[in-house]
């Protein structure tokens, strides 16, 4: 036995020692890897599947057959996780990919881990969906909510047509919902001015009035911003440095800090592009901040505010103008008629032949004379008249009386007028009388305004004045003609005041475009309604209706 002998022995059980361990090592390796819950596949260069594990298989639906020699059909990618979308017996499944680069059999290859997220995913975005129907509904009820608010607000703002009372109601209702506190300020001649600081805590309300009565420090940097960008602001959190930032003077920072200041908005109230003031919301509790959907909600409510606010200026503004027109076209009305007196007065006494008798040509001047001094009369009567009704200076004397006999007074005014033109006036009275408790100088008023117009506007026919009593019990008064009629449009405007169908008639010595206006105040005075109908070309029909008496 040589000596090399056992040292070869050795060696080759070493090798063979060296070998088993490798085949158990590998078998350890294929069993880790076959066991693993992951897909794992291995592709060569060409994309073609060397190695595929059981979970590979069932992942990709072919359990039995295996995928080895197979293309991978997939873009491999080193490094990232990819996510593949994998369609299995119609079934689509969601696959994370995670590639390697490595080794197979001395080659290059890639080793792809491949795992099976579908149920995770469907998890995920079962739980994405909650939160967003959750947010969805949250969003609705805080939309709601506020579109509650708002239209609340609308009403409530549109309710007054006083502008102080205006922003009293939005400061009531933004301290209910918004805000704990809330401060007022008027714009007028290039300054902010607090008008009112209302808190929701009535303990707080003489506190925060003191505050009303500070003036606002237009060099702060928020009071200027705001006059002159007129965009809203919003600190959402106030703390004492912020304070002594905001408001240099102490006595009102002590204030401020009493009626309690955590969150603060600023917000222009903007009318017809005009600024007109500003509101501050405050809201006193460290838990309740003001984000940016408080700050939309604000800026709708104060522009809701602004809008009231200037309506109710307007409105103002129109009413006091009113009254000053009436009350002059009352006073120049009257003014003008006393001359007139004395024109008529004089002409009557020449037409008599006093102080001496006249020549038939100085006569025939006189009578045109009068004839126009007579119109301007009327003309002014009835803007006297008007104005007295518009301006609410005209009383009602009310008596019980047969309304048969007003209508015949009025019909025996207006037949002359009538026979000039050559139409018939018909009157139809009921035989028995018809009471009403009424004003009689005011219907008859109405009564020659409306037969006026109906021989005014008749040129050949008849004018038929009716009376008759409504099941309710009141007593219906129609003045029907056959003249030129009114359009459906212009049927709308007839009762407003100087309109008229033809404006060029005024001019042309025809009314005053105010004859229907003081028929429709009287009536209204006397507690009744006007109404017209009309065809154009075949006539027009006016019907009053005041209340009956016993
Ligand atoms: P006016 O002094 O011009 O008659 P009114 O206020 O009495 O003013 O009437 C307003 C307008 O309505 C008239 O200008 C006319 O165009 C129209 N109108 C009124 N009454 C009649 C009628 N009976 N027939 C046709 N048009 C009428």
């Not at 917000?267 to 600024?275: F, N």
């Not at 109710?312 to 006073?331: C, F, G, M, P, V």
Request: overall charge negative; glycine content about 6%.
């Amino acid at each position: 036995m040589s000596a090399t002998e056992p040292a070869v022995r050795d060696l080759l059980s070493e090798i063979q020692q060296l070998h088993e361990d490798l085949r158990l090592s590998e078998a350890r390796f294929r069993d880790v890897i076959e066991r693993n819950a992951d897909a794992i596949v291995v592709i060569d260069v060409k994309g073609t599947i060397q190695f595929a594990n059981q979970a590979a298989n069932h992942l990709f639906g072919r359990p039995g057959a295996g995928l080895a020699g197979t293309a991978f059909g997939f873009p491999v990618v080193t490094g990232e996780t990819a996510e593949l979308d994998l369609v299995r017996d119609g079934e689509h499944l969601a696959v994370e990919m995670h590639v390697v680069e490595s080794q197979w059999l001395g080659k290059p290859a890639s080793i792809a881990t491949l795992r099976n997220v579908t149920q995770r995913k469907a998890g995920e975005q079962h739980e994405r969906d909650l939160i967003r129907s959750e947010a969805a509904r949250a969003t609705a009820e805080g939309l709601a909510g506020r579109s509650r608010f708002l239209a609340e607000s609308t009403a409530v703002l549109s309710s007054s047509m006083d502008s102080a009372r205006t922003l009293t109601d939005l400061a009531r209702l933004s301290t209910a919902e918004l805000a704990d506190w809330v401060i007022i300020y008027a714009y007028d001649n290039g300054k902010l001015k607090r008008t009112d600081v209302v808190h929701a805590d009535p303990s707080k309300a003489a506190q925060a009035r003191k505050l009303r009565d500070f003036s606002v420090n237009h060099e702060a940097e928020g009071v200027a911003r705001l006059i002159e960008t007129r965009t809203p602001q919003r600190a959402e959190r106030i703390d004492e440095a912020a304070l002594q930032g905001m408001v240099k003077d102490e006595a009102q920072r002590e204030i401020i800090r009493e009626l309690g200041i955590a969150s603060f908005m600023f917000v222009p109230m903007i009318a017809r592009q005009k600024l007109i003031g500003a509101i501050s919301f405050i809201s006193a509790d460290p838990n309740r901040l003001f984000q940016d959907e408080d700050v939309q909600l604000a800026v709708d409510l104060a522009a809701r505010a602004a809008l009231a606010v200037d309506n109710a200026k307007l409105y103002e503004e129109a009413r006091k103008a009113n009254q000053a027109k009436s009350e002059l076209l009352a006073i120049i009305s009257h003014d003008l008629r006393t001359p007139l007196n004395s024109i008529l007065g004089y002409g009557q006494l020449l037409q008599m032949g006093i102080p001496e008798a006249l020549s038939k040509a100085s006569l025939e001047h006189v009578e045109r004379m009068m004839i126009s001094a007579k119109h301007q009369l009327y003309l002014i009567d009835e803007l006297l008249h008007f104005a007295r009704l518009d301006s609410n200076h005209e009383q009602v004397e009310r008596h019980v009386l047969d309304v048969r006999t007003v209508l015949n007074e009025a019909a025996d005014l207006i037949k002359p007028v009538a026979e000039a033109k050559q139409l018939e006036l018909q009157v139809d009275l009921p035989d028995h009388p018809h009471n009403a408790l009424t004003d009689p100088d005011k219907l008859r008023q109405i009564l020659i305004n409306l037969l006026g117009n109906a021989v005014r506007y008749t040129e050949r026919g008849s004018i038929r004045l009716e009376l008759t009593k409504s099941a309710d019990g009141m007593v219906v008064i129609r003045v029907r003609d056959t003249g030129i009629g009114i359009a459906p449009e212009h049927l709308p405007r007839i009762f407003d005041p100087f309109w008229q169908v033809d404006h060029s008639q005024r001019t042309r010595g025809g009314g005053t475009g105010l004859g229907l206006a003081v028929v429709k105040q009287g009536v209204e005075l006397l507690g009744g309604k006007v109404s017209a109908r009309s065809t154009v070309g075949s006539g027009s029909v006016f019907q009053i209706c005041i209340p009956g008496a016993a």
